[in-house]
């Protein structure tokens, strides 16, 4: 499947949860928000969100300085 990927396209297993496209895209253990679909993703539900064939999501990471 393909999803949208901070606005670029992105081949996906299917059945890919969030939580694994944290995983394979170097997110894994930061501090981020995830949005699909205009709509943001809880982090407590990354692990059990299946992503769709189509999805746009965004991955937000706060970064810290002065």
Known sequence: MQIVLNGSPR??????TI?????QSGY????????VNLDIVPRSQHASHALADGDRVEIVHAMGGG
């Open 28 to 35: 894994a253990g930061k501090r981020v928000a995830v949005e």
């Open 11 to 16: 081949d996906c297993a299917s059945g890919t």
């Open 19 to 23: 939580a694994l496209l944290l995983d």
